[in-house]
């Protein structure tokens, strides 16, 4: 049964930092974090959101440096990659890297797009099936390639052709449906292969039904949540609502879960209710400072964010610039357990210059916020491997934070 006696209360500022220790913050290693420290912090977070925006540095590679300072990418690269690659991609949160062990509990997942598009008349595949079987064919006959090589071959060929874009959309659908699967990328661009020609006969011999799927995406998902709500563990992996009540429910009679109630996450400030990890560490402080991708498991539920920070977030990429706020890019910055403010930043690349468009300080961010972001920025830019910082004067943050670069 669900527990009945009344629940522990657990206080905001504690669950800011159980829920930051729980995503890897405050463990930060004394040298470059190598192979086994990468590993070990996408195991801790169970995903690594792919976005494409390169602005500054791709999401992917974003969690890391902030956990964990600067790395080399071409280790996480070789994580992602080739014949030690640990982890794979699926549609998790959004497209994903995700440890190999994962992609079986979302055999549900595809055969739900599998059934969606069979029930669908107007689906792509239903009017593209001898394209669906001709990809599979190439695949089988070449093993693992982008859909720039696959259109590439086939306009040298005498047979079937399709354009790039059909190539992509028909890759896509069967990436989807599990009949494809993701052997790395390659400059970005994804590499595709059959199942069998990536994993091992052990993991696709694999038989999860959709109930123990979901019960095992939800102790994950708590896991890595430290302290959730049923909607903070649904939204990790994207599940539906009723499924993960049901797993919360099970997970919370076998002890893995325990119900809690912090003050201010209920409707007008009231106390709501939540669940802690039982495995969850309990920080009486968080030493941290760090800038946060707008795709970091931390900020991206901005729901979450707003509860947790008292930080109202949105990225303004598809805001038209004259409504713009903040900036296109801006990233919230993470000093010890607050989100402080938010920069917005560049890499010019081409120029060698790490681009401060604004800074953004919250009205309760500390007086030394703009000397512990300067320190930041300046590991940023080593990280990057850019010789200058300069920054805009826009934003309440940007004077104090030029002269602390100074």
């Known amino acids: 049964m669900v527990q009945t006696v009344s629940p522990a209360t657990i206080s905001p500022a504690l669950a800011r930092r159980i829920a930051l220790v729980a995503q890897g913050f405050g463990a930060r290693p004394t040298t470059a974090a190598g192979i086994r420290q990468l590993t070990a912090l996408v195991n801790r977070l169970e995903l690594l959101q792919i976005d494409s925006v390169n602005v500054f540095e791709r999401s992917h590679y974003m969690p890391a440096f902030s956990r964990l300072g600067p790395y080399d990418k071409a280790q996480l690269d070789r994580l992602t990659t080739g014949r030690e690659a640990r982890f794979t991609e699926y549609w998790a949160h959004e497209a994903s890297f995700l440890p190999i062990d994962v992609w079986p509990l979302f055999r549900w997942r595809m055969q739900q797009y599998r059934d969606r598009s069979a029930r669908t008349p107007e689906a792509w595949s239903q009017a593209n099936q001898p394209m669906l079987d001709w990809l599979l064919a190439e695949l089988a006959a070449n093993g693992p390639m982008r859909a720039s090589e696959i259109e590439h071959d086939a306009n040298k060929r005498s047979g079937p052709w399709w354009g790039w874009s059909d190539v992509k959309t028909g890759l896509e659908v069967l990436f989807r449906w599990g009949d494809v699967v993701s052997a790395g990328r390659i400059r970005f661009e994804r590499v595709y292969a059959l199942p069998e020609q990536v994993f091992s006969a052990e993991l696709l011999g694999q038989t999860i039904s959709t109930a123990d799927a979901h019960r095992e995406l939800v102790r994950r ?147 030394d916020a703009a000397g512990r972001l300067a320190q930041v920025l300046r590991e940023a830019a080593a990280w990057q491997g850019l010789d200058e910082i300069v920054v805009v004067p826009r934003g309440n943050l940007a004077d104090g934070l030029a002269a602390e670069l100074r």
């Open 221 to 367: 998902s708590a896991r890595a949540h430290g302290i959730g709500t049923v909607k903070d563990f649904a939204d990790y992996f994207r599940l539906k609502s009723a499924p993960t009540l049901l797993a919360v429910r099970e997970l919370t009679e076998a002890g893995e879960l325990l119900a809690v109630e912090v003050p201010g996450w209920g409707p007008r400030g009231a106390a709501g209710a939540a669940w802690l990890h039982r495995d969850a560490r309990l920080p009486r402080a968080m030493n941290a400072q760090a800038i946060l991708s707008p795709f970091d498991p931390v900020v991206w539920e901005r729901a979450r964010a707003l509860r947790l920070f008292d930080f109202h977030y949105r990225i303004e990429i598809y805001t038209p610039e004259r409504k713009r706020i903040y900036g296109y890019y801006s990233l919230p910055i993470l000093l010890d357990d607050t989100v402080v403010g938010r920069v917005d930043l560049k890499n010019d690349r081409q120029a060698g210059v790490l681009r401060v468009q604004a800074a953004w300080a919250e009205p309760a961010a500390p007086a």
